[in-house]
């Protein structure tokens, strides 16, 4: 009876296919599947059909469906794949136990197979790519794809992709596997960000929605492989690489998606000191200047933030800082500063800082600046924004610690500065701690008038105390905190308020402390106050 089957409609009515179900006739099916006759491909497409509906395929599988369609994709008739593809995609849709048990039983290989031998069937390859888009997901199949070559596969279909339909399959397919290390660099090796990019370059200027839905997808997907630091390497082409020098037209594009996955690839260039270092001699960081400041009023959040990391990770390299601080970089971020914007704030106050680290002048200059101080004590005390408020309290240590100046001392004093690191002092975090007791300590020793007004009307020596006598206290924070008594020594009134509160048993308690380099810092702090007496 398979034979009326047969010539039932292509779309059974609704009801149609679960009365075939209840016929029993699925395992009769199942076993004249297995029998190569010239009514093999029509089967294929009843049990395609039927799978349509959901209620259908659990009957499908326990009648053997699944295991009867599988060796039929070692056929050579295309019609057969065709529709022996779309049967078992259908009745595996959304079951992970199926899926699993067609990569064990070795269908990920014949997937690829069949692609490679009918590249430009397109009903058939689009039937296999449905496949490896639900397939993907799984660990199993991935190492399965990584052993077969399918990003040479891909490449090659998505230069010659006829739609966007087809695009986004094959997009979406590489975005899932490009999640694993191996595959990314398998990828960069075929050519999968050569082609993105020149997908992404014939799509430019226009305004068709699916074009730019393309754009965004392989844009993205290019920032993503970027993220393998091998594959990274490759793609820069030590400056020279044809998917780096797109990114830099990118940052320059109309296109404000392509402008941020631009910032955010540079970023991901910049992640060593070599690169960053090449770049910068190429010329990027005007590039991203530019792109800033087109953002500034009213622009994209998500692009200055981006733009911001890149010029924070361009910046750590030494060369760097003195190479960009003559492009002018900080006076031109400062124009970012009218930014109401947290995540822009916090960007901006991390990429200060980085820009000062190490460099007396630009410390300096930066911490000279009324109008950047005043910005900063606004965000010192933005009580909705821990991580705002951290990086500004972090900017302001930053300025002192790396100028050293008297005129930054007293400008941060005047500002009403000190507060905040006093409060930075007793974080919960050491690295702040440390940063905050550090420039503490530099501003007591460089202009102890300045600041021991202030010192005494926060009641700092009694909160210095009390970090000395936590019994939890870290070991770091503790010596930094006796650096900082040695420097207050310099004022006589501070003096008298140590005398008064009895530090010398604190420090005599720590002169004795396990860790050698805190015991001697402590017996310095003692020698030094009996010296001062």
């Known amino acids: 009876h398979h034979d009326r089957l047969c010539v039932f409609p292509v779309s059974p009515e609704e009801g149609v296919a679960q009365q075939i179900v209840a016929s029993g006739v699925l395992p009769t099916l199942a076993e004249a599947l297995s029998k190569d006759t010239p009514l093999t491909a029509q089967l294929a497409l009843v049990i395609a059909e039927l799978a349509r509906e959901a209620a259908v395929r659990e009957p499908c599988i326990e009648a053997g469906l699944v295991s009867a369609l599988v060796p039929l994709l070692e056929s050579s008739d295309q019609d057969l794949l065709l529709h022996t593809g779309r049967a078992i995609g259908r009745i595996c849709f959304d079951n992970s136990a199926q899926q699993d048990q067609l990569v064990q039983?070795?269908?990920?290989?014949?997937?690829?197979?069949?692609?490679?031998?009918?590249?430009?069937?397109?009903?058939?390859?689009?039937?296999?790519?449905?496949a490896l888009c639900n397939l993907a997901d799984m660990d199993s199949a991935r190492e399965a794809l990584a052993d077969v070559g399918v990003a040479d596969v891909l490449t090659a279909q998505l230069r010659r992709a006829p739609s966007a339909e087809r695009r986004h399959i094959i997009l979406e397919v590489l975005g899932t596997l490009g999640e694993s290390d191996n595959l990314k660099l398998q990828f960069v090796d075929s050519g999968v960000p050569q082609a993105l990019s020149e997908m992404i370059r014939g799509l430019q200027g226009g305004s068709d929605p699916h074009d730019l839905c393309s754009i965004k997808i392989a844009s993205n997907l290019i920032v993503s492989l970027l993220l393998g630091d091998e594959s990274m390497q490759k793609c820069f082409g030590d400056g020279m690489g044809m998917v780096y020098q797109d990114v830099l037209l990118w940052l320059q594009s109309t296109n404000t998606q392509l402008q941020l996955s631009g910032a955010l690839a540079i970023a991901n260039f910049a992640r060593n000191d070599g690169n960053c270092v090449r770049m910068v001699e190429l010329g990027v960081v005007p590039r991203i200047l530019d792109l800033l400041e087109n953002h500034v009023d009213e622009g994209d959040v998500s692009v200055q933030h981006a733009g911001l990391s890149a010029?924070?990770?361009?910046?750590?390299?030494?060369?760097?800082?003195?190479?960009?601080?003559?492009?002018?970089?900080?006076?031109?971020?400062?124009?970012?500063?009218?930014?109401?914007?947290?995540?822009v704030q916090f960007k901006l106050l991390g990429t200060l800082r980085m820009m000062v680290d190490g460099q007396e002048e630009a410390a300096a200059v930066l911490g000279g600046d009324e109008t950047l101080l005043s910005r900063?004590?606004?965000?010192?005390?933005?009580?909705?924004?821990?991580?705002?408020?951290?990086?500004?309290?972090?900017?302001?240590?930053?300025?002192?610690?790396?100028?050293?100046?008297?005129?930054?001392?007293?400008?941060?004093?005047?500002?009403?500065?000190?507060?905040h690191l006093i409060t930075m002092a007793t974080s919960e975090h050491v690295i702040m701690q440390n940063e905050a007791l550090v420039a503490l300590a530099i501003a007591s020793a460089i202009d102890i008038d300045s600041v021991e007004g202030v010192f005494q009307e926060v009641e700092l020596v009694p909160t210095l105390q009390k970090m000395l006598d936590d019994p939890v206290g870290a070991v770091e924070v503790k010596f930094s905190t006796v650096g900082l008594i040695c420097s207050l020594a310099n004022s006589a009134s501070l003096r008298e308020e140590m005398e008064s509160l009895n530090l010398r048993e604190s420090l005599t308690k720590l002169s004795g402390h396990t860790n050698t380099k805190l015991a001697s810092q402590a017996d310095t702090a003692l020698a030094v106050l009996k010296e001062t007496n």
């Open 105 to 130: 039983r070795g269908v990920i290989p014949r997937l690829v197979g069949i692609m490679q031998q009918y590249p430009e069937n397109d009903l058939l390859v689009n039937v296999c790519l449905l």
């Open 311 to 343: 010029l924070r990770n361009l910046a750590i390299p030494a060369a760097n800082k003195v190479r960009m601080l003559k492009d002018g970089v900080s006076e031109r971020i400062r124009t970012l500063l009218r930014s109401e914007m947290p995540p």
């Open 376 to 419: 900063v004590m606004e965000w010192c005390e933005a009580r909705d924004h821990a991580g705002v408020r951290g990086e500004a309290n972090r900017l302001l240590a930053a300025l002192i610690r790396h100028s050293r100046a008297p005129e930054v001392i007293h400008a941060v004093t005047v500002a009403g500065g000190v507060r």
